[in-house]
């Protein structure tokens, strides 16, 4: 069993554990499985096969989990753990008008 925010910060999905966490507290990380979208708990279980989805600041990603990494996994092979479906970049500043 891998908690989520364990997982998102050992992908590099998120740069910190804390991050991970604060982004689930708030309602911008969502699991997506066989009983639909539920916005995630950082201390809940992720399973190979769900897809993940997350919104930052500045982009909205989502993927599908393929492996859960046991320890923290080197920089280039992170991405052997999931898959991107979907990026989509957001820019911050798109619904300022001066």
Known sequence: MTRL????KNT??????SEAKRAC???RVVLIGSEGEKTAKAS????VGERVRIE???R???VE???LPERTPAKRDRQ???RILSEERIDPFADLSF
């Open 5 to 8: 925010d364990i997982f998102l």
């Open 12 to 17: 590099g999905l998120i740069k910190q554990r």
């Open 25 to 27: 507290d708030d309602g």
């Open 44 to 47: 809940q279980a992720v399973h």
């Open 56 to 58: 930052t600041t500045t």
């Open 60 to 62: 909205r990603i989502e």
């Open 65 to 67: 989990v393929l492996d």
């Open 80 to 82: 052997r753990f999931y």
